[in-house]
């Protein structure tokens, strides 16, 4: 080794600032702690925040959108001479706001897992402690936080514009609540389909048509089709019909149970009875989209 | 480690110790194979396999804390920095925030990249992409490092460089390396230790200073004097008196290398072989312009071996156990 060690010197002589290798003996937090991590790039990701400021423009401004309108409708109501309540429900702010955050989650799902896929950064997490599943769950829990940021910011600044308007401390907050409960089932919804639409393809392109595809062809779908059954007197059809989309799914579980105005035609939300079905098909999609993931990614490994 | 259509490996059995080891074979040999079992991404169908003294089938998460992996394809996204990549990683890999961002700028130091670790990766070119890689398998300080095809698509600079940092990975950072190729030639100058496989089958398994030192042939040439006009005669003369075996000396085997026929072709048994050289050029009172070990291409330790197993290997009537064990434990100390 008597060459090796003549070598080294050489090296060390010619190149001042080189302090040499140093182990590390510090702590590994692993599996767990690479799971948070991943779940934290995510959702920092879906904003844009450590990435290029291209990469903010989209998000940022559709979270400005969906924050603007709820400070607008805020002063709106304040501005209403004996006003009691606000302009809007909270239950219904989603539902009226659905393009933008089907844009939102069109964008930022390819972003949480095509990049990876596309550029084949997969492995590099796979031959970590991680496994299968932590990978996953990061980044889905990480896109449905992100969707939840999205859709509850602007709920939490109607109720504090209503607190500040002196409404009715006990039902705004009730009804906060139950909007809260609204669009985090939304949320994890949106970003189960979003997620496996988007790990399908490595194009982001690609993705992102797919994700606006799947939300609103089945929209306009579902609600064109209701609106006929309601105009041809088939009233009992409507609230079947709903089960086809997905913002018409959280329309009906809310409708049922969450005390929100139904927005299908005629206002033909779904009964309680009508809504555990409801709650049933948003929980198998949502366990659905997670097992297609698990799949997607299990030869995926390298 | 059997595919539903293909047996990647078959029966292979061999031992890895510390040190920097190369796995030499063709295309579609089962190398890139033999790493995912080492990681635990996919098991093998049948026999075991363990690395730094844990067993891949149960201990996976615990292998993958210690071990680096290097992949062969590209695996950068192009819209984030080195650093902000690496640091990542290392977040991945279990390093506490602090400790991410100081062992991302050590790392990123000692693979060779400086001020552009902070650009995109987009605008790099293959040379630092592989610096970049090979820091994200580095980063959390593993024991064991596995680098699949380091040198593709590298140029012969960048080749040479690569493979002085995978030396230096073993010699300064005290961490052992398996490193695949398909050219013999180049691990030859990293490895202590080179595993030949073929068809998911051992060829050959030994320490690289076997491959090199009953194969070395030594490259002279000299020049002319005015009392030897033919100074590569002359010294082949001396040279075949003084007891030393040249290869292809009817200009054979020189054909069609560089200054054929004025280079001599010698067998190197060992030292004295030089020593004899060095007393014949200068007895003779010629210049030596150039003395250099021509080694043995893979393609000569592939035919060689490949025929050789080809007629030993005796087709058994069931696959017995494929073991693969891996004892990359020891940090040594140098």
Excluded at chain 1, 76 to 85: G, I, N, Y
Excluded at chain 1, 169 to 176: C, N, R, S, V
Excluded at chain 2, 279 to 289: H, Q
Aim: glycine share 10%.
């Amino acid at each position: 080794m008597s060459t090796e060690t003549k070598a080294a010197a050489g090296r060390d002589a010619s190149r001042i600032h080189n302090i040499g290798y140093r182990s590390y003996d510090g702590p590994r937090l692993g599996r767990a702690y690479a799971r948070r991590s991943l779940f934290s790039q995510t959702l920092r990701g879906s904003f844009g925040l450590g990435r290029s400021a291209k990469s903010k423009v989209l998000p940022m401004l559709l979270f400005g959108v969906m924050a603007l309108v709820a400070a607008i409708l805020v002063a709106v109501s304040m501005a209403a001479p004996d006003a009691t309540k606000l302009v809007i429900e909270y239950t219904s702010y989603a539902i009226y706001l659905q393009a933008v955050i089907g844009l939102f989650i069109a964008a930022q799902a390819p972003q949480a897992v095509s990049r990876d896929l596309r550029f084949k950064s997969v492995p590099l997490y796979f031959s970590r402690p991680i496994e299968r599943a932590d990978y996953v769950v990061a980044k889905f829990a990480a896109t449905a936080s992100a969707l939840f940021i999205l859709t509850g910011v602007p709920l939490l600044i109607l109720y504090v514009g209503s607190l500040l308007a002196k409404f009715d401390f006990a039902d705004q907050t009730k009804w906060f609540g139950q909007g809260l409960v609204s669009v985090a089932l939304l949320s994890v919804l949106f970003a189960g389909l979003g997620l496996v639409m988007a790990a399908l393809t490595p194009r982001r392109g690609f993705g992102v048509a797919a994700v606006i595809a799947l939300l609103t062809i089945t929209y306009g779908a579902v609600s064109t089709v209701q609106a006929i059954a309601w105009e041809t007197g088939s009233d009992g059809a409507v609230q079947w019909l709903g089960l086809f989309s997905p913002i018409t799914l959280i329309d009906g579980v809310q409708t049922a149970f969450l005390g929100a105005p139904s927005a299908f035609p005629g206002e033909a939300g779904p009964g309680a009875g009508a809504g555990v079905v409801y709650l049933i098909v948003v929980l198998a999609l949502v366990a659905g989209s997670y097992a297609v993931l698990m799949r997607r990614y299990r030869r995926a490994g390298l | 480690m059997r595919f539903p259509r293909v047996t990647a490996l078959d029966r292979l059995t061999l031992d890895i110790g510390p040190g920097v080891t190369g796995l030499v074979g063709s295309n579609g040999a089962g190398k890139s194979t033999l790493i995912k079992i080492l990681l635990g991404l996919s098991p093998a169908t049948e026999g075991r396999a363990e690395v730094l003294g844990l067993d891949v089938a149960t201990s996976g998460a615990a292998i993958r804390e210690r071990v680096g992996y290097m992949p062969e394809h590209d695996c950068l996204p192009p819209d984030v920095s080195a650093t902000e990549f690496v640091v990542h990683m290392a977040r991945m890999s279990g390093l506490p925030p602090t400790a991410a961002r100081e062992r991302t700028a050590d790392t990123l130091r000692h693979v060779g990249l400086y001020e552009e670790r902070y650009r995109p990766i987009g605008g790099y070119s293959t040379g630092m992409k592989q610096r970049v890689k090979l820091a994200q398998a580095l980063v959390h300080d593993p024991q064991l490092v596995l680098l699949d095809e380091p040198t593709n698509g590298l140029d012969p600079v960048g080749r040479d460089e690569m493979l002085g940092l995978i030396r230096r990975i073993h010699t300064d950072f005290g961490i052992s390396v398996l490193v695949t190729s398909h050219l013999l030639g180049e691990l030859e100058r990293t490895c202590d230790h080179v595993v030949v496989i073929d068809g998911g089958t051992l060829l050959r398994s030994s320490a690289t200073s076997d491959f090199t030192q009953t194969t070395a042939t030594l490259a002279v040439e000299v020049t002319d004097s005015e009392t030897h006009p033919d100074g590569t005669g002359a010294l082949r003369e001396v040279l075949t008196d003084a007891g030393v075996t040249l290869i292809g000396h009817d200009g054979i085997d020189t054909e069609g290398l560089p200054g054929a026929g004025h280079i001599l072709l010698i067998e190197a048994t060992g030292e004295e072989t030089y020593d004899v050289v060095r007393d014949s050029v200068a007895g003779l009172g010629l210049g030596l312009v150039r003395m250099e070990q021509r080694r043995h291409q893979i393609a000569e330790v592939f035919r060689t071996e490949q025929g050789a197993a080809r007629t030993a290997a005796v087709p058994a009537a069931a696959t017995t156990a494929g073991v693969v064990q891996q004892k990359g434990s020891g940090r040594d100390e140098h």
